[in-house]
């Protein structure tokens, strides 16, 4: 858990640096830059995307994860969540549940958090996780420029999920083949070509209640990649 552990910290203090510069930037500047956002995680959606060697998986997997989400209405949670901890903080921020989340999606659906997580899980040296953290690190601080507080509380549920990894790579390690890696990273860039709609305003898309298609592609390439 070492290197969940350092990247949390990198996310809190790049947040911190960008919170610090959110005040001093004119309205203006926090939109281009909430704009730059949403075009970079859409490219890299599409670039992760691409990983997929299976379409029928892909589509069957977001399909029956969006209808397992919607269901639970994990969506809501998650928000009610934010709302909640916004309150205690008392904080004005609009967008303290949207950094949390947009943050939490960036930080986490990406190959190298699954594949960092897989290697420290088996006992080697957090390398992967540890350049991740450097990525992060220096993302938050554009993020929370623009997103405020929020994007901070993302560790919450980072270290839940990489954590998570982390442990089932300790036991299921040998269960993860590459190419259930490739079709999990391929899901998770649909979801950031969602998120980056959602960042651009362009329509707003549940994602959060589509995350249960992480889960459903890996037991579908488990048995028919």
Known sequence: MTGTLINAAAIIVG???????????????????????????????????????????????????????EWINIDKYINRFGDKVKLKLKSKN??????LV???????????TILGAIEEGLGGEPNLLLAKSVLDGVSSIALAAAMGFGVAFSVIPLLIYQGGLTLLAAYFGDYFASHII?????????MLIGLGINILEIKQIKI????????????LAYFFA
Do not use: W
């Open 208 to 219: 959060l209640n589509m995350l249960p298609a992480l889960i459903v592609i890996v037991i």
């Open 94 to 99: 609009s967008k303290f549940t949207e950094g």
């Open 15 to 69: 947040s911190l640096i960008g919170i610090g510069l959110h005040t001093k930037l004119p309205e203006r500047i926090v939109k281009i830059v909430f704009q730059g956002i949403g075009l970079f995680t859409l490219f890299i959606g599409f670039y992760m995307g691409m990983k997929t060697n299976n379409l029928f998986l892909m589509i069957l997997s977001i399909v029956t994860g969006g209808i397992i989400g």
């Open 182 to 190: 490739d079709e999990l990273t391929a899901v998770g860039g649909l």
């Open 102 to 112: 947009t943050a939490f999606l960036l930080f986490c659906m990406g190959s190298v």
